[in-house]
């Protein structure tokens, strides 16, 4: 089962890969925004399955962490962009 997760966490790196990629070269800020969103998902989604493999379960904490961040990033990125209209 170790073998599976360890498999399925190296697929989510490669998203993280796309993702950094879209982050830095994305043609307007929102398509780089959403990007992040991805990249700090896939990178929680990422620990949780590492924690799981090895049995780590300060990964978990570190995941949780990872998505409150994102949630607070979308949001100011949000009203952000409601202060310019």
């Not at 924690?51 to 990125?77: E, H, K, Q, Y």
């Amino acid at each position: 089962m170790s073998t599976f997760l360890l498999v399925a966490a190296s697929v989510l790196v490669l998203n993280v890969v796309v993702s950094a990629v879209r982050v830095l070269r994305g043609p307007s800020t929102r398509d780089r925004t959403s990007a992040l969103l991805l990249l700090s998902t896939t990178g929680a989604a990422v620990l949780l399955v590492l924690g799981a493999a090895t049995g780590v379960p300060t990964l978990r904490d570190a995941a949780l962490a990872l998505v409150a961040l994102s949630a607070v990033t979308v949001l100011v990125r949000v009203s952000a962009e409601r202060g310019r209209r």
